[in-house]
């Protein structure tokens, strides 16, 4: 079992975790606080699509070696740790899993957030856990958007104290030894010390560049996106926005800024750009319906040889089995069947395109 110091419990673990304590276990809970740790270091998107699949029940099970990952995490912190019948305690620690993730940066945290709140779909989803997931995750999108927006102080990498040449040593050693050995050793500590000092210099200066290439990279990224909005012409469907199909708007639109997006988890403004290219929020609309008015042509082109997730992208699922037998009704029963969502779903669709935006970032960026 880890120290307690190295890993400070959240604040709300013990609410998260009480719903499965049968009595007050400090030791207990401290490991399973430790093994949920041990997960979000260890994450990568494989491992959160099976987090989520837990956390939310779907029909669609986690891999046997993601769900085997997990079990040997916890056992590791205690081996009293049933095999089987804690289904319900697994729900909640990977629930716990995931709200500490979106709570990291990167792009695992990222991931992560966007993930969850496409496999929540506007409430057409949710999971019986003492969090509320979806929240966390949007909190976490704005959170991480705004950090990366932060234009980086050069000055910082500058400060502290700087290494430098040890002269101290190499003026000892040819003292010790005045010779051609003793002059070669010398020059062998000063070529030690140089190294370090410059290889020090050198890290600094690479963190700074790479500080701003990145901010740079975000600065290309939103002067993109300003342009397509300016122009007021969709890419893909090569005409003006307002000649797009009302219906299909989120899905074009959506996809098209997604293409503009280099940094995850894309900008904080992401919903008031699509509502300035026109997608309405008022206006409600189905999923089978969005679908069905983007074209055949445009579907193909996005699904490519994905194979989309029927859990954490569930639109594009939809868009995988529409390709598959065509435009009409015929999909909508098994695409309902295996996601588990209502076909009678309504979602704004400016909130349809904000969703279809993160599927696209997830698919593009994993």
């Known amino acids: 079992m880890n120290d307690e110091a190295e890993n400070p419990m959240h604040p709300d ?10 009595d007050y276990d400090q030791e207990r809970r401290q490991a399973r606080w430790d093994a949920v740790c041990e997960l979000r270091d260890k994450a990568d998107f494989a491992l ?21 990952l ?35 940066e990167g792009d695992v945290a990222c991931c992560a957030a966007l993930a969850v709140t496409t496999t929540c779909i506007a409430g057409g989803r949710r999971a ?30 500058a400060e502290g104290k700087m290494s430098k040449v040890d002269f101290a040593k190499v003026v000892t050693k040819v003292r010790e030894q005045p010779n051609a050995e003793g002059f070669a050793q010398a020059f062998t500590l000063l070529e030690e010390s140089m190294r370090s000092v410059l290889g020090f210099s050198a890290k600094r200066q690479a963190e700074a560049v790479n500080a ?10 939103e002067l993109q996106m300003l342009w397509w909005l300016i122009g007021q012409r969709s890419w893909d469907y090569d005409c003006v926005f307002e ?28 919903k008031a750009l699509l509502s300035r290219a026109g997608i309405k929020e008022k206006k409600k609309i189905t999923i ?34 529409q390709l598959e037998t ?30 279809f935006y993160r599927e696209r970032l997830l698919i593009t960026f994993n």
Request: aromatic share 6%.
């Open 13 to 22: 673990f013990a609410r998260w975790y009480h719903a499965v304590e049968i």
């Open 48 to 68: 959160v699509e099976a987090l989520i699949r837990l956390a939310f029940k779907t029909r669609q099970l986690p891999t046997s070696g993601s769900l085997q």
């Open 70 to 104: 997990m079990r040997d995490v916890i056992t590791e912190q205690d081996e009293t740790f049933p095999a089987q019948g804690n289904d319900r305690e697994m729900q909640i620690l990977a629930g716990a899993s995931l709200a500490v993730i979106m709570e990291d």
């Open 128 to 157: 019986d856990l003492p969090m509320d997931l979806n929240g966390l995750a949007e909190n976490a999108l704005i959170r991480l958007a705004n950090g990366n927006r932060n234009r980086p102080d050069i000055a910082t990498y």
């Open 212 to 221: 701003i290439h990145e901010f740079i990279q975000i600065q290309d990224e």
């Open 243 to 270: 000649a797009v199909p009302s219906d299909a708007q989120p899905l074009v639109l959506g996809s098209e800024l997604a293409d503009a997006t280099k940094v995850l988890p894309g900008p904080p403004s992401v």
């Open 288 to 321: 089978p319906v969005a679908i069905n008015s983007a074209k055949q042509e445009w579907l193909r082109e996005k699904i490519g040889e994905n194979n989309p997730s029927p859990v954490t992208t569930p639109l594009h699922d939809a868009c995988r089995r």
């Open 326 to 355: 065509g435009n009409g009704d015929a999909w909508i029963a098994g695409w309902v069947a295996t996601t588990g969502i209502s076909e009678s779903l309504t979602v704004p669709l400016l909130t349809l395109g904000t969703l």
